[in-house]
């Protein structure tokens, strides 16, 4: 157990639709990241927070965002959902962002049918 | 940009094999390197990390060198175990000593058999 936790484990929505993947980083990590992992992309980085600010932006597309709150847990939004979104989406999290290692959480499965 | 080569699997081997799995990177500057595993169900576990050329990074038995001349970073296991069955990521952070904006290769699949 990494000590992130991601809700929901699992989500099945349609085409168009928009859903929130939320995740709580381990306790008195201030960095969050976000990755997404299909098929045929791979594992890519989205987005990084740290301690509620935006730190850096990776291949995340216009239609999806996310926020670190003042407890430090962080959401990933995902609107306009389209069928390659279905994607296994991780959140990881580091004490500071720099150096340390990055601690993944278990995923959430998103199936857009 | 920066990107990260992996050997396609999936690689199967019989317990007590040697593993090598090969990685090649591509990158501006002074990247570190790094070695995930991931295991069935499970999110992404960082298994070693070189920050510099010609460091070794080395945890349960696998090791990986940075190599900077032939920009590799080849993870090796003198005997694998039926538990190494697992996912396994190279990666790479733009910055020396960061870890941040990890890039990954696509992932090679090890099964080992008993």
């Known amino acids: 157990d990494s000590g992130v936790t991601q809700t929901p484990k699992h989500l099945i929505t349609a085409t168009g639709q928009r859903v929130t993947l939320r995740c709580s980083p381990r306790s008195g990590d201030l960095s969050v990241y976000w990755y997404q992992q299909s098929l045929d992309q791979g594992l890519q980085f989205l987005i990084q927070y740290y301690n509620g600010e935006e730190r850096a932006k990776g291949n995340i597309l216009e239609r999806f965002s996310a926020q670190q709150f003042p407890d430090l847990h962080s959401e990933l939004n995902l609107s306009s959902l389209e069928l390659g979104d279905s994607a296994l989406y991780f959140c990881?999290?580091?004490?500071?962002?720099?150096?340390?290692?990055?601690?993944f959480g278990p995923g959430t499965r998103l199936l857009v049918l | 940009g920066d990107s990260v080569t992996q050997m396609e699997g999936p690689v199967t081997l019989s317990e007590e094999a040697f593993l090598t799995i090969n990685c090649t990177y591509t990158?501006?500057?002074?990247?570190?390197l790094f070695w995930y595993v991931q295991y069935p169900g499970e999110g992404l576990q960082l298994l070693l990390k070189a920050t510099k050329a010609d460091d070794k990074g080395s945890n349960k038995g696998f090791e990986a060198t940075y190599r900077k001349e032939t920009t590799s970073f080849h993870l090796e296991k003198g005997s694998v175990q039926v538990s190494d069955s697992a996912v396994y990521f190279c990666a790479l952070s733009p910055y020396q000593g960061g870890s941040e904006k990890l890039v990954f290769g696509k992932g090679t699949k090890l099964t080992v058999n008993p």
């Open positions: 990881a999290s580091s004490a500071t962002g720099l150096t340390e290692t990055q601690y």
């Open positions: 990158a501006t500057g002074y990247p570190s």
